[in-house]
T-cell receptor, first 112, second 113 residues
Framework: GEDVEQSLFLSVREGDSSVINCTYTDSSSTYLYWYKQEPGAGLQLLTYIFSNMDMKQDQRLTVLLNKKDKHLSLRIADTQTGDSAIYFCAESIMDSNYQLIWGAGTKLIIKP | DTGVSQNPRHKITKRGQNVTFRCDPISEHNRLYWYRQTLGQGPEFLTYFQNEAQLEKSRLLSDRFSAERPKGSFSTLEIQRTEQGDSAMYLC???????????FGPGTRLTVL
């Protein structure tokens, strides 16, 4: 069955880079997404990558996709206190009508 | 357009009561999704609509849950005879097409006492 896994917590110092990792099981994923959820707020799409891409960069965000290992990562450069949130990885599967299958989220904690 | 909106934002109800939530998607979006999220978990898919047609329902969606999108615009999610286990955040999302980005509303937090 489909499964998306993430570490529950990541702690980094302000100004360092954060790398949040995700593994998924369904090889028919079409798109892979990173969403951000701040306390009391809705889910905000940060970035996504099409499954035939290896990398996507968007300002401070870099997404790397290793399709062979079914591994996705999100790198946030120069992490700021405003980056504190829960980051969800999700995969969209064409065979399931593009339903999103979600990880449990990684809570990013910023240390001063 | 201000994005996906959901009402109410919070709902507290007693066990056994019925509740109804509303979602207004982004106006040109054909697809509308309902998800449920409990604390410490990612969202779980409940159901989705393509225009007014409900095309898929999760096995998680018991007989007490029903969703409609009568004119292909707003949608309602009704939970009958609520149980404490129904307490969760109910999220709505919309997209232009199936493979397009899903935009999420702020959610309705349901607490069943």
């Amino acid at each position: 069955g489909e499964d998306v896994e993430q570490s529950l917590f990541l702690s980094v110092r302000e100004g360092d880079s954060s790398v949040i990792n995700c593994t998924y099981t369904d090889s028919s994923s079409t798109y892979l997404y990173w969403y951000k959820q701040e306390p009391g707020a809705g889910l905000q799409l940060l970035t996504y990558i099409f499954s035939n891409m290896d990398m996507k960069q968007d300002q401070r965000l870099t997404v790397l996709l290793n399709k062979k290992d079914k591994h996705l990562s999100l790198r946030i450069a120069d992490t700021q206190t405003g980056d504190s949130a829960i980051y969800f990885c999700a995969e969209s599967i064409m065979d399931s009508n593009y339903q999103l299958i979600w990880g449990a989220g990684t809570k990013l904690i910023i240390k001063p | 357009d201000t994005g996906v909106s959901q009402n109410p934002r919070h709902k507290i109800t007693k066990r056994g009561q019925n509740v109804t939530f509303r979602c207004d998607p982004i106006s040109e979006h054909n697809r509308l999704y309902w998800y449920r999220q409990t604390l410490g978990q990612g969202p779980e898919f409940l159901t989705y609509f393509q225009n007014e047609a409900q095309l898929e329902k999760s096995r998680l969606l018991s007989d007490r849950f029903s969703a409609e999108r009568p004119k292909g615009s707003f949608s309602t999610l009704e939970i009958q005879r609520t149980e404490q286990g129904d307490s969760a955040m109910y999220l709505c999302a919309s997209s232009v097409t199936g493979e397009g980005e899903q935009f999420f509303g702020p959610g309705t937090r349901l607490t069943v006492l």
